[in-house]
């Protein structure tokens, strides 16, 4: 069992930043980050595999969020940048020991096992 722990959300208005973080109870060989907006599905934003070999991101964020992490913290990042009004969702932390189709869009948010509670990122016009 993984237990994780999200923070760093918060509310900013757009062009602004704010940086996730995950903490995870013991090591995962792939985490990511997915958020939910009311009325609309869970989407993968970011995840990436423990070797840090792979990354991947949906396209609307890509060139603003950065993932990453410190393995020695069981941690993940999610640097958000240039924060638009359509990123405000509830932020969920993801992991699971299944490397398959890591980091990729294939891979759906079933797959993963473990799930955080989420933090909620509210950005203004």
């Known amino acids: 069992q993984v237990q994780l722990v999200e923070s760093g959300g918060g509310s900013v208005q757009a062009g602004g930043s704010l940086r996730l973080s995950c903490v995870a109870s013991s090591s995962s060989v792939c985490m990511g980050w997915f958020r939910q907006a009311p009325g609309k599905e869970r989407e993968a934003v970011a995840s990436?595999?423990?070797?840090?070999?792979?990354?991947y991101y949906v396209d609307s964020v890509k060139g603003r969020f950065t993932i990453s992490q410190d393995n020695d913290k069981n941690t993940v990042y999610l640097q958000m940048n240039s924060l638009k009004p359509e990123d405000t969702a509830m932020y969920y932390c993801a992991a699971d020991l299944e490397a398959n189709f890591c980091a990729s869009p294939s891979r759906p948010p079933q797959s993963y096992n473990y799930w955080g509670q989420g933090t909620q990122v509210t950005v203004s016009s």
């Open positions: 990436i595999y423990r070797s840090g070999t792979s990354t």
